[in-house]
C-alpha cells in the first residue's frame, strides 16, 4: 500500500483565523474545572484534545481536515525555536474534539509496527474515531486509494463486541476506526 496522502485540489490555500478574543473558539461550559473532591484532579467537561508531535504539521493539518472535518483553530510560528504549532478542532453536538501538531525542525518519524504489534513503543499508539458502519467506511477508504490501511476491518470478538479498521495519516499515525455492536 502506498503512504497516505490528501488531494490538494480539495483543500483551499491557508487563510489565517480572525484573531482570538477571550477564550476564543472554547465555550466556557466545555472547559475543565479544578475538582473539589480531594484527591480528584480535574471535573472534566466536553473537551479532549491529543497532541502529535510531527514532521510536518501543515501537512497533517490538511489532511485531519479533509479526511474528518476538523478545521483550523489557533496557529503560531515560533521562528526562534523552527517550531510550528496548529490547533484544529471538530465541535460535535456539544462536545469538542481538538488536535495540536506540533512540528520541530529536528522531527522525525517513526513507523509503528502494524497491529497487533503496534502498542511496542510507550505513549500514545493510535487516536480514534467510532462508526456505525465498518464495512462502508473500509469501502470508502479503498474507494480513494490514497489512504494506508494497516489492518481490517477486523472483528475483535465478543469481549470487546466491536470491529476496528487501521489507518495511517500522512506521518504513518495510526488512525483506529471501530464499529461497537
Known amino acids: 500500500m502506498?503512504?497516505?496522502t490528501f488531494n490538494d485540489d480539495i483543500i483551499p490555500a491557508y487563510v489565517r483565523p480572525a484573531p482570538l478574543k477571550d477564550i476564543?473558539?472554547?465555550?466556557s461550559n466545555q472547559i475543565s474545572t479544578v475538582s473539589t473532591k480531594p484527591r480528584q484532579?480535574?471535573?472534566?467537561k466536553a473537551s479532549f484534545q491529543c497532541g502529535f508531535a510531527c514532521k510536518d504539521?501543515?501537512?497533517?493539518?490538511r489532511w485531519y481536515k479533509e479526511a474528518f472535518g476538523f478545521v483550523e483553530d489557533r496557529r503560531h510560528d515560533f521562528e526562534e525555536y523552527g517550531t510550528i504549532v496548529i490547533m484544529m478542532r471538530l465541535d460535535v453536538q456539544g462536545f469538542q474534539i481538538r488536535l495540536e501538531f506540533i512540528q520541530q525542525p529536528e522531527g522525525?518519524?517513526?513507523?509503528?509496527?502494524?497491529?497487533?504489534?503496534?502498542t511496542v513503543f510507550s505513549?500514545?499508539?493510535q487516536f480514534q474515531f467510532w462508526v456505525d458502519d465498518i464495512d462502508a467506511l473500509y469501502n470508502k477508504?479503498?474507494?480513494?486509494?490514497?489512504i494506508d490501511i494497516s489492518w481490517g476491518p477486523i472483528d475483535v470478538g465478543q469481549g470487546l463486541r466491536m470491529k476496528h479498521l487501521f489507518i495511517r495519516d500522512p506521518e504513518e499515525n495510526i488512525v483506529l476506526i471501530s464499529q461497537p455492536y
Open 57 to 61: 504539521a501543515e501537512k497533517q493539518a
Open 24 to 27: 476564543g473558539s472554547f465555550d
Open 108 to 118: 522525525f518519524i517513526i513507523r509503528r509496527p502494524n497491529p497487533t504489534s503496534h
Open 41 to 44: 484532579l480535574l471535573d472534566v
Open 141 to 146: 477508504v479503498v474507494e480513494r486509494g490514497d
Open 2 to 4: 502506498s503512504p497516505t
Open 123 to 125: 505513549g500514545i499508539c
